[in-house]
């Protein structure tokens, strides 16, 4: 994760399926198809939807500054997203505009107020309760 506090995240297959109801070459060939849009249309249906993803941290991440992580496992279930998020970040997640903005070379970087709360919110479950593997 960088300074803004938002992370790229890559969906496999079984992910994609479970999330968008369809496979990433699905997803690939309507988007050929479609020539006006530069991502795909299934993609925007999630906006504004919040949810909870495991994550493979992988050494890469840390040492060579790798800055995709593998999606294990996901969740949108609002009992879950309300019981493992702190109450700060689920504030900040519900305002969605950026307090701030910061330019580092040509990159914009953007200060948020989940900034502050991210390690907060990340050490307050442990996978193994949410997700059986």
Known sequence: MDGTAFISILLWNKETI??????????KEGLLEDAESSYPTEIGDLKEKKFMFKILIKDSNINKKDNVYKVVNFTYDDALLKEYCHPDLQDSLNKSTFECEQSYGEDKLFETPIKNNISECGTLFNYKDIYQE
């Open 18 to 27: 479970q999330l968008l109801g369809k496979t990433a070459k699905e997803l």
